[in-house]
Structures are given as C-alpha cells and as structure tokens.
Nanobody, 124 residues
Framework: HVQLVESGGGLVQAVGSLRLSCAASGRTFSSYAMAWFRQAPGKEREFVAAVSWSGSRISYADSVKGRFTISRDNEKNTVYLQMNSLKPEDTAIYYC?????????????????WGQGTQVTVSS
C-alpha cells in the first residue's frame, strides 16, 4: 500500500512559478510509475505529466509542454512538478498518482493510488 501526500500548491500570479511535491510512504516507491493529474471546476480530471519508475521516461500533456517539468527522487520517495509560466487556465486541484506494472501513466483509469490533491490558483 502507498500513501501519497501533495504539497506546494497556492495562489500565484500569471507567468509565476510553483513547485509541487508528492511524498510517498512505503518501501516500494521506486517500483511505481508516478504522474500528476489535475481537475478544474466542472471539468474531468486530466493528465498533466508522468515519469517512469527509473525516471528515464517522461511524458507531458501538450498544454504544459515546455512549461512544466516532472522529476522524482527515489531516495526521498518524492516526485516533483515544477510549474513555470503559469496561466489562469492552469488553475485546478493537482493530484499525485501512482501505478505499478506500467512504464508511464497517462490514463486516469489505470491509477492504483491517488493523493488528496493540492489547490493551484493562477490569477490574471
């Protein structure tokens, strides 16, 4: 079993930056593919970024390419999402996700574990 706890959300002005962290419990963190999803009010949860268990494979949604960077530190059991050049349309609750048995997660229906989410609000 894995517990995920996100932090780092908040209110930021457009073109600003935030860094989200997701701390995972358990000794098998390095076995899990990790990802970030987000959900804006009235919209479905959508894929943002994913990283393989080793960190060697990474995937981004088109809407965040060139602005967001996902990374992981398996020694610290933590995955990060560096968000730069933020836009008001990035406003959402951001969720950390973990899945075992896949290389990269992009499908919300294949998640084994979810965090509780952290709010990111970007003002114009």
């Amino acid at each position: 079993h894995v517990q995920l706890v996100e932090s780092g959300g908040g209110l930021v002005q457009a073109v600003g930056s935030l860094r989200l962290s997701c701390a995972a419990s358990g000794r098998t963190f390095s076995s899990y593919a990790m990802a970030w999803f987000r959900q804006a009010p009235g919209k479905e949860r959508e894929f943002v970024a994913a990283v393989s268990w080793s960190g060697s494979r990474i995937s981004y949604a088109d809407s965040v390419k060139g602005r967001f960077t996902i990374s992981r530190d398996n020694e610290k059991n933590t995955v990060y999402l560096q968000m730069n050049s933020l836009k008001p349309e990035d406003t959402a609750i951001y969720y950390c996700a973990a899945t075992i048995g896949v290389v990269v997660i992009t499908n919300a229906n294949r998640i084994d574990y979810w965090g509780q989410g952290t709010q990111v609000t970007v003002s114009s």
